[in-house]
């Protein structure tokens, strides 16, 4: 199959194929079965996801060329959520217009919230456990290891000068003494896009409104007052709505509802479900759906999975046809650095905190310090890491 796709040319939305008869289902199964693989194997977060993504469909079926999958690439950082799911998302709509759209973004995410769902499962059945409690000791501080790792590998990226690092270091002051996430997000987009109009006035008319729009503050998306599984997708659909940056800044917005907020699940729990996201394959989103099964069971991971990715598919459907448009307006440029920089700060701040959870010992500290130094001298999947530190935490529970 991979052979005979190889020579497909790319082009845009609509091209011939599209228009022949009977071709549009079968073009959208190929690319319903193409991320279903991709959404069961895709180990190793948003960079590793995209470059498996690369390799499918640029360099072995054609479907798209190295220019338009830039692009596309530049486009999910315009939007909230989670980026390799939208650019999934974005792909589908390329190759097979509306249908494509949905079977690329539900056969991504479907494999990783089945397996989470699973492991939810077994978790509340079996997570009292001596076994389970030594893997999850050993697990939590290789998860420690690689959020710190990847905050360390996005600082060169996002602090661009030192404007926008002071800008990291006072919302990162901000989240420590509990601002709410959106306005720690909201704040520095507004600082950003001030900065760049004191320098282009002429661009300040009709730009401050802009952050809040994207980012959707709390009076447009109120937490519902009814029942518990009303105020779950609320919260999650709030959440997948205004949350840009990695899927690790994710962390920072679901202890800020549901640990500190709500008080539905403890800080334990919390890095518990985010050892889960990152052993399964698929999006890191996907912690939600642990969660949710947390919270209220099975009806409840699937609300919580249904509500924090719904808004990728609108903003992502929304976007289709403005794409180019907003990747060569300066404002969203000046907009995203200065949220990126918040962003950042917020991975740093949840990484302290959950830091002092998870290192409680010399042999968590030694656990997080070697994935640290393999993270930065190898390429070795986050998967294995993870094995790795289940393996010597159910080594410590059956030796002690």
């Not at 991709?38 to 079926?61: K, N, Q, S, Y």
Request: charged share 10%; aromatic share 8%.
């Amino acid at each position: 199959m991979d052979e005979h796709h190889a020579g497909t040319p790319a082009g845009p939305p609509g091209h011939d194929r599209e228009r022949e008869p009977g071709s549009r289902w079968r073009t959208t199964g190929e690319v319903a079965l193409l991320f279903l693989k991709l959404g069961t194997i895709a180990f190793g977060g948003p960079a590793a996801h995209t470059a498996m993504m690369r390799d499918e469909l640029v360099r072995r079926r054609g479907w798209v060329s190295d220019q338009r999958f830039v692009d596309l690439m530049g486009a999910t950082n315009l939007i909230p959520g989670p980026n390799s799911t939208e650019l999934a998302i974005h792909l589908g709509y390329d190759r097979a217009r509306w249908r494509g759209l949905i079977a690329a973004g539900v056969c991504f995410i479907l494999p990783a919230a089945l397996i989470v769902t699973a492991l939810a499962w077994a978790y509340v059945t079996y997570g009292s456990t001596p076994a389970a409690g030594g893997v999850l000791y050993g697990v939590v501080p290789v998860v420690i290891a690689i959020i710190a790792h990847a905050l360390f590998g996005l600082l060169r990226t996002v602090i661009k000068n030192v404007w926008l690092g002071a800008l990291a270091v006072a919302a990162l002051a901000a989240y420590l003494l509990g601002v709410n996430e959106l306005l720690v997000l909201a704040a520095g987009a507004l600082l950003a896009v001030a900065a760049r109009a004191v320098h282009r006035p002429d661009r300040l008319q009709g730009v401050l409104a802009a952050p809040w729009l994207t980012l959707g503050g709390s009076p447009l998306f109120p937490d519902p007052t009814g029942g518990q599984l009303a105020q779950l997708f609320g919260t999650m659909l709030k959440i997948g709505s205004v949350l840009y940056g990695s899927g690790y800044v994710l962390l920072a917005f679901l202890r800020g509802d549901f640990v500190d907020r709500l008080g539905w699940i403890t800080n334990q729990q919390l890095i518990d479900a985010i050892s889960i996201g990152q052993v399964t394959p698929g999006p890191v989103f996907t912690t939600a759906t642990f969660l949710g099964y947390l919270i209220a069971g099975p009806i409840g991971a699937f609300l919580a999975t249904v509500a924090i990715f719904l808004p990728s598919f609108v903003f992502v459907g929304l976007l289709t046809k403005l794409t180019d448009w907003l990747r060569s307006r300066a404002w969203t440029s000046a907009l995203l650095d200065g949220v990126n920089g918040a962003a950042l700060a917020l991975m740093a701040g949840v990484s302290f905190q959950l830091g002092r959870t998870a290192i409680i010992d010399p042999l968590t500290a030694v656990i997080a310090l070697a994935t640290l130094g393999l993270l930065w001298k190898t390429r070795l999947n986050n998967a294995y890491l993870i094995a790795a530190g289940a393996a010597i935490g159910l080594a410590h529970t059956l030796l002690t």
